[in-house]
């Protein structure tokens, strides 16, 4: 994924402001002086994989422009228990009301990236590349994919118009596998490609017969997985999927798959924790 651009990130910005605003910061704006200024900076209280620092920024940007903020690490980097990370300096009352939303945002990149990164180390070694999935935050899918992305995956289907991908239920719908990449063929535009999920030896000669480009080996065994490899044999690219786990990711990537995707790294992935501390 492409660095994100302003034009894809206020909106969501804007709702999670509005959200956590509501009719007004009650608190701040009568208990802290409107002229007050102040220094703050964000830390991560453990360690973890940044990600999310611009979006940091532009929270406080978008509550003020006249805040002025310096990113002190770089996205994607590894980094230690009590690392600077950004120094915020400006209205007391602006720091205020943007640190709890650009908290959660960045808390939450920083989560998944660290994820990410664990199950990119563990195929370190071989040649098989790490896929995340449309399984996201509905609003926030465009700062999830890009977080996994930092982590060191490659992104999935952004959205449903990025390609085909024909599961258990457009098979059934569609009367099979072979039907359904038939009329696929008819009306797909040719850059796209068409991808079959499967879940056994018998669906994946079914697929790879229809002309699939790439084949889905979904839930199977490593064992079944291997057997379906040697029946692929180059004929199209290959991607594993389900059941993907940190400690069975490697012996999946050792059947000879292009690729492992995994919802995990999104929605097993816990928050960073991250602090935002005043220095008047």
């Known amino acids: 994924m492409q660095e994100l651009h302003s034009i894809q990130i206020q909106p969501i910005i804007e709702r999670a402001l509005e959200e956590d605003w ?61 690392t600077l990370l950004l120094s915020i300096s400006g209205s007391a009352q602006s720091i205020l009301k943007a640190e709890r939303v650009a908290l959660n945002l960045m808390g939450r990149m920083c989560g998944i990236a660290t994820v990410t990164r664990e199950f990119v180390k563990a195929l370190e070694g071989t040649k098989t590349q790490l896929l995340d999935t449309r399984k996201t935050t509905p609003g926030l899918r465009i700062l999830e994919k890009s977080a996994t992305v930092l982590g060191g995956a490659r992104n999935h289907r952004f959205g449903l118009c990025d390609g085909a991908l024909v599961k258990e239920n457009h098979i059934r719908a569609a009367g099979g596998i072979t039907q359904a990449v038939s009329r696929l063929r008819d009306g797909l535009p040719p ?3 068409i991808e079959v999920e499967t879940t056994n030896l018998s669906e994946v000669k079914e697929a790879i017969n229809a002309g699939a480009d790439i084949i889905m080996f979904d839930n199977m065994s490593v064992e079944a997985m291997r057997e379906a490899m040697a ?50």
């Open 22 to 82: 509501g009719y007004g910061d009650w608190t701040t704006d009568l208990c802290v002086e409107k002229g007050r200024q102040a220094k703050a900076r964000i830390i991560c209280k453990e360690d973890c994989v940044i990600a999310g620092l611009d979006i940091a920024a532009a929270v406080f940007k978008k509550v003020d422009p006249n805040v002025q903020v310096e990113i002190k690490a770089q996205n994607g980097q590894s980094v230690k228990d009590r």
């Open 231 to 280: 029946f692929v044999n180059g004929r199209a690219i290959v991607e594993a999927s389900g059941n993907v786990r940190l400690n069975n990711v490697r012996a999946i990537a050792e059947t000879g798959v292009n690729f492992i995707s995994t919802s995990s790294v999104i929605t097993a992935a816990r928050w960073s924790d991250l602090s935002l501390l005043f220095d008047l």
């Open 191 to 193: 850059m796209l490609k």
